[in-house]
């Protein structure tokens, strides 16, 4: 297999279908489909599950399932109903119409060692009743041998605020 060398485009471009897919399953789930099934597809395309190990801590999991090591907690956090996982209402059917992201953690915010990318910064959240969330992440990427990014590292949470 020959692989290339992962670019700033790539790492950006996985990004940014992070955050089209998380608007993608709000869609689906405003328009009575199967959010389930987009929320798979969006863990599948871009979380390293399948051949690798994930560390994904989300922005509002709590207890016993802070972390979700498996497919099946990913799934769980972004649109609920998972008895496994029964604190999660599920992230991604509030509805979120925009979302972006920057990388601001340092001049560039993106680190590219080898196989792997980093990215530091914030996502920012608009829901269709116009109210706004944003969020510091953490992403790490790994290149995989299909020669796509897949993250094997997210950790988010809500920005500390020393008024509460």
């Not at 001049?107 to 944003?134: F, K, P, R, W």
Request: aromatic share 10%; net charge negative; charged share 20%.
């Amino acid at each position: 297999m020959t692989t290339h060398p992962i670019t700033e485009e790539m790492v950006n471009s996985a990004q940014q279908a992070w955050c089209d897919g998380l608007v993608h399953i709000g869609e689906v789930h405003a328009a009575g489909a199967d959010a389930r099934a987009a929320a798979g597809e969006l863990v599948d395309a871009l979380y390293d599950y399948a051949d690798g190990t994930v560390f994904f801590k989300p922005t509002l999991a709590f207890g016993k399932n802070t972390f979700r090591s498996t497919r099946r907690g990913a799934i769980s956090y972004f649109v609920g109903g998972d008895p496994e996982f029964p604190e999660d209402p599920g992230f991604a059917l509030k509805h979120w119409v925009k979302i972006w992201y920057d990388n601001n953690a340092a001049e560039n915010g993106i680190q590219i060692h080898g196989d792997i990318a980093i990215t530091m910064g914030n996502v920012y959240l608009q829901s269709a009743a116009n109210d706004e969330v944003t969020v510091d992440k953490t992403f790490v990427f790994r290149l995989c041998s299909d020669g796509k990014l897949r993250l094997c590292v997210h950790k988010s949470a809500l920005p500390y605020s020393p008024e509460g």
